[in-house]
């Protein structure tokens, strides 16, 4: 049995953006007569709230998508919230361990931003981890251990790795990509990267469409499935949702969030074809459900570039 899945964290309510990637992914999944999951992505508490949380479910529902397992309707592979997983998490790190994957670092995030030769990690990171305290001695970790609690990390291989995205193409990642990194922080908490495999490997996801900003994550989440013996499931990164200039959809762009549009009584309909037509499944803008969608679901059909949406499209469900 296929299975997909839509893992929004509650950091704010959802908008567009979330809308064009829990759509696009819930398409996939239905195209094929699988099973769909809704999972909350809790696990780093700064970010998150749970009355963010708790309108996910209904704001999706409104736009016509369901689940056959979730936070809301349960399932045997519960439970769909990530901060009540967190001991199952905690076997996961236990069995990398175990494995001779991971090892304690005190390094904070300052004195390796001062390192200036170290090649850079991953976008959305600073340098990538030089290996200090892997190198370290006996005498200089037991120091370093009196002053500080550490963080936890991943050892990478030493082989390259090659991977299809069904969207973005072969992906080629030369050995020590990024550096070794972070499973568990200094703070105790567990890391996306071992969350999110562990999670969806529990789930039996076998399907993982999301946004092209989190294709530079995917190499680590192999490397973790690689490590721990499971299965990868096959990875779609699709184009993301642009304002009119060019930048990633915020505020700025309007009520973009679906809760302004349905305070506002825009038709989920609207929201549907406005992102069909942005994504190339529907020739022009014109409403649609989201079952209607499903017979014209194809990632071939996906732009390869970011999409930008123009102001007459935002005016149809963020202004007014």
Not at 189 to 210: C, E, F, K, P, S
Not at 293 to 320: C, H, M, N, T
């Amino acid at each position: 049995m296929w299975r997909g899945r839509f893992a929004p964290t509650p950091s704010g309510l959802l908008h567009l953006g979330n809308a064009a990637a829990a759509l696009l992914a819930w398409l996939q999944i239905r195209s094929m007569n699988g099973e769909f999951v809704l999972r909350i992505e809790d696990i780093d508490g700064p970010r998150s709230k749970a009355e963010f949380a708790r309108r996910i479910p209904g704001d999706l529902r409104w736009l016509g998508l369901d689940w056959e397992e979730g936070p809301d309707v349960g399932g045997p592979s519960g439970p769909y919230i990530q901060s009540q997983r967190l001991g199952y998490y905690g076997s996961v790190l236990d069995a990398l361990d175990k494995l001779g994957r991971t090892y304690s670092c005190y390094c904070s995030r300052a004195e390796l931003a001062a390192i200036a030769s170290a090649p850079h990690g991953l976008a959305s990171e600073g340098p990538a981890y030089p290996g200090i305290c892997k190198k370290a001695s006996k005498e200089e970790l037991a120091e370093k251990a009196a002053r500080k609690t550490p963080s936890v990390r991943f050892e990478l291989p030493a082989e390259p790795l090659a991977f299809v995205d069904e969207a973005a193409g072969l992906q080629q990642v030369p050995a020590g990509a990024g550096g070794d990194f972070i499973v568990k922080r200094a703070d105790g908490i567990l890391a996306y990267q071992l969350a999110v495999v562990a999670d969806d490997a529990a789930m039996g996801i076998t399907h993982v469409l999301r946004g092209f900003d989190l294709l530079d994550s995917t190499p680590r989440q192999i490397w973790l499935y690689q490590a721990l013996g499971w299965q990868a499931p096959q990875f779609a990164h699709v184009p993301l949702l642009l304002g009119p200039d060019g930048s990633r959809l915020s505020k700025r762009h309007g009520g973009i969030t679906l809760a302004d549009m349905r305070q506002r009584q825009i038709r989920p309909e609207t929201v549907l074809g406005l992102i069909a037509h942005a994504y190339g499944l529907l020739d022009r803008f014109e409403p649609a459900a989201a079952k209607e969608l499903i017979p014209l679901f194809s990632l071939q059909a996906l732009p390869k570039e970011a999409v930008r949406l123009s102001e007459e499209d935002l005016a149809a469900v963020a202004y007014g």
